[in-house]
C-alpha cells in the first residue's frame, strides 16, 4: 500500500494538475500513453529486467503486425490485428491471466488503401473505460464493445487514405470518445458520446494540400493522438496538426488557442503526441522538423504570447517523451539516441546512443524509472535523472517493435510484431 502511495504521489508531482480522466480499475491502462494520457504509470513497481524467455508470464502469437499499442482494462489484454492486405481490421481480445484469447472482433474495409511497409494496418491503439473498448480502423470505421465483444456502436466516419496509412487513437475523457481522425482529404477532430456514438461535435482542420502533400508539393500529415488537460477550470483537447499546435475546449469543440510552428521547410508531418505537465506543452514535428515549447493558456493565436522556445531542426521524432520534474526525456528515430531536453528553454542536456536502436515507441515513467522500447526489441531501462544518462537495464527480445508498451499492476505487456508478452509477476 506504501508503495502505490508512493507511486501515485510522483505520478502527481509529474503532472501537478491530473487529467480527471474516468478509469476502469485503478491498475488499468485503458488507452495510448497510460490512463491519463502522459506516459505515466500512476502506481506499482514493475520489472527492469526480462528477456523473450525469461520473467515472462505468457507470451502469445499474434496473426499479423501492427505498431498499435496495448492496453489493459478490466482483466482483458486488448491489441489491433489485420488480414487480407488490410480489408479486414480486428481487435482481439486476450485473457490477461493466461493469454488465452478471449474474442476477436474483425470490420471490412471495402478497398485496399495505401501505406508504409514500416507502418503495417492496425496502427491505432483501443481505448476502454472497463466496460466498453473503443477503437478506430480509419476507412473501416470506429467501433465500440462491450467487454465480451458485443457490438455497442459502429461509425462510418468516410475514408482516410494517405500514402504513410493511419495511426492516431481515440482518447475516452468521462462520458466521450475523442477522436483526431486523419490523415487524409479531410481531417477533423471530434467528440462523441460513449454511450451511443452520437456526435457531440466535429471541428475541421483547414489544409494547405491534399491531405498527403502541401500545396507546394511537400510532405504532409498529422498522426497525433490528442491529450486532455485542464486549463482554468475547464479541460481542454491538445492535438498536433501539421503546422500547428490546438487545444479545443472539451464541451463545446471550439479552438480555444492554437500555437503555430511546427511546418517545416521540407515537411508538415507530425507524429507524437504533446508532452504536457507544470503548465508547460513540449511538441516535436517529425522528419527532422521543428520543436517547440509552448506556455499553456490564453486565446486565439499564443504563438507571440505562448511560445516559450522554437528548434527548427532535430532528430528524427516519432515516439513521445514524457515530463518529469520540468525536463523531457524523449527517444529519437533516427539516429537512435535518447535525449533530456530543459521544457522551458528547450536545450538538449544530454544525449546518449544506449542500445542504438531507432525509437518509435513512446517513453513511459513507471515506478520511478523511465522505459523505452527500440525498433529491433530492446527496452532500455534508465533514471529520469537531468545531469546524465543513467541507465539501469536493457532487455532483449530480438522481434521488431514500433508499439509503446503498456504497464499495469506490477507487470508489462509488450506488443512485438510477432507475439504479445505479459513480463512481470
Known sequence: MRRRLAAWLMACAVFPFGLGIQLGAAEDWGMFRGPQGNGVAPEGSYPTAWSSTEHVVWKVK???????????????????????????????????????????????????????????????????????????HATAGLHAYDMAGKPVWSRDLGEFRHQWGYGTSPVIHQDRVYLH????????????????????????????????TRADGRDMGSWSTPVVVPVDGANQLVCAMPTRLNAYDCESGKIVWSCNGLSGPNYSVVSGSPIVGDGLCVIHAGFRGPSMGIRIGGQGDITASGRLW????????????VLVDGHVYRANGGPGTIECVDAKTGKVLWKARAAGENYWASVILAGGHLYVTGGKGTTVVFKADPAEFAEVARNKIDEACNATPAFSDGQIFVRTFENLYCVGG
Open 310 to 321: 522554437l528548434e527548427t531542426r532535430n532528430p528524427e521524432s516519432i515516439s513521445t517523451g
Open 181 to 212: 481522425s486523419g490523415p487524409g482529404k479531410r481531417v477533423f477532430v471530434a467528440a462523441f458520446r460513449l454511450a451511443d456514438g452520437t456526435t457531440v461535435w466535429e471541428t475541421e482542420e483547414p489544409q494547405d494540400g491534399n491531405g498527403e
Open 62 to 136: 499474434l496473426p499479423s503486425p501492427a505498431n498499435g499499442s496495448p492496453i489493459v482494462a478490466n482483466g482483458r489484454v486488448f491489441v489491433t490485428s489485420s488480414a487480407d492486405k488490410g480489408r479486414e481490421r480486428s481487435l482481439i481480445c486476450f485473457d490477461r491471466a493466461n493469454g488465452k484469447e478471449v474474442w476477436t472482433r474483425t470490420e471490412r474495409c471495402k478497398d485496399e488503401m495505401p501505406t508504409h511497409a514500416s507502418n503495417p494496418y492496425g496502427g491505432s491503439t483501443p481505448a476502454s473505460d472497463g466496460e466498453r473498448v473503443v477503437v478506430w
